[in-house]
């Protein structure tokens, strides 16, 4: 194993509650089962859509659930509706915004939060990380927001998105999976253990590697509070209480995005003033790093996707 120098806060020992090598405490039936636990969640409808800092007063097109939206902001919040104008179909992401409307490319129809024929918006919530956007789903009560992953306070925010040829449930799972970081992302784990596992949860023991063998080891606790989020929750060691939040969200049958948003918070003295001043700096950096890790993530998903629908099945060598 490659070497792993620790710094930091130092954990106080801990055992492992599985033993024996990765690929039986990487048991295929417990993920199945978490992967089950979470599926069965209520969402209240709503969808991660892209970061918040990124909707502003331009128009954006996203595909969302196999229909082209537009998303504006205007003084009120975020405004999600159809990417076509209602008089003869016009592309609005393609316009321009005014007065917070969207004005049509074509002939300059405006369009905002009021109904007009086929132009009906949805409803739209702004976290101030995520922007996210309601439908009507099949078995779902929907609800007046989102339920939104417990966050540290004054934390810096960092998103990545992606896109994946894959169904969030494959995202989900890929997380519900840490024993693969430190054979499949090297560069970025160096030792894991796990101290706790339940049918909804796991905590483990990670080393995280900042800068080649440099690595803080740090407990993390992941969660799945909906069928299309799990969270990773620093719960001791330096960090303690950010967390990284990854969503997926399907853009139609076969691709999903998949939004990761990293809140980042420390005791330490410095910290405060190093988000403030710093932020602009740190941000690209986390997202850089978040993403080095979906683009490997997404070949690990997609490629269970793959097999799922070439009738592959799991070799069950955990112990159940
Ligand atoms: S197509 Fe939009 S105003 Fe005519
Ligand atoms: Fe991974």
């Not at 054979?183 to 905590?203: E, K, M, N, R, Y």
Request: charged share 25%; net charge neutral.
């Amino acid at each position: 194993m490659a070497t792993v120098w620790r710094f930091g806060t130092v954990l106080p020992p801990a055992p492992s509650v599985l033993d024996g090598p990765d690929y039986t405490q990487a048991d295929p039936r417990w993920i199945g089962r978490a992967l089950a636990a979470s599926q069965a969640k209520p969402t209240g409808g709503w969808y991660v859509v892209d970061a918040s800092r990124v909707i502003r007063d331009t128009p954006r097109r996203y595909r969302l659930l196999g229909q082209d939206w537009v998303v504006f902001r205007d003084a009120q919040g975020v405004v999600v509706g159809p990417d076509a104008c209602p008089h003869m179909g016009a592309s609005l992401s393609t316009g321009r915004c005014q007065g917070g409307q969207v004005v049509c490319p074509w002939h300059g129809l405006r369009l905002g939060r009021q109904r007009r024929a086929s132009w009906v918006p949805v409803p739209a919530y702004d976290d101030g990380v995520l922007v996210w956007a309601r439908f009507d789903e099949e078995g779902q009560e929907p609800t007046e927001r989102p339920f939104l992953p417990e966050r540290p306070t004054g934390g810096l925010a960092a998103v990545m998105r992606l896109e994946a040829a894959c169904h969030p449930r494959d995202v989900v799972e890929n997380r519900l999976d840490p024993w693969h970081g430190t054979h499949f992302h090297p560069h970025s784990f160096g030792t894991l253990h796990v101290l706790a596992q339940s049918d909804d949860d796991i905590v483990v023991r990670v080393a995280y590697r900042v800068l080649g063998p440099l690595a803080v080891e740090v407990d993390a606790r992941f969660h799945t509070p909906d069928p299309r989020c799990i969270t990773m929750t620093i719960v001791a060691g330096e960090g303690t209480g950010s967390v990284v939040e990854t969503h997926a969200t399907p853009l139609d049958d076969q691709r999903s995005a998949v939004v990761e948003a990293t809140i980042a918070t420390s005791e330490r003295p410095g910290f405060q003033w190093a988000v403030r001043r710093l932020g602009w700096f740190i941000r690209p950096l986390v997202e850089a790093r978040a993403r080095r890790l979906w683009v490997e993530d997404a070949a690990y998903a997609e490629r269970r996707l793959a097999l799922r629908e070439q009738g592959f099945a799991d070799l069950p060598l955990g112990r159940g």
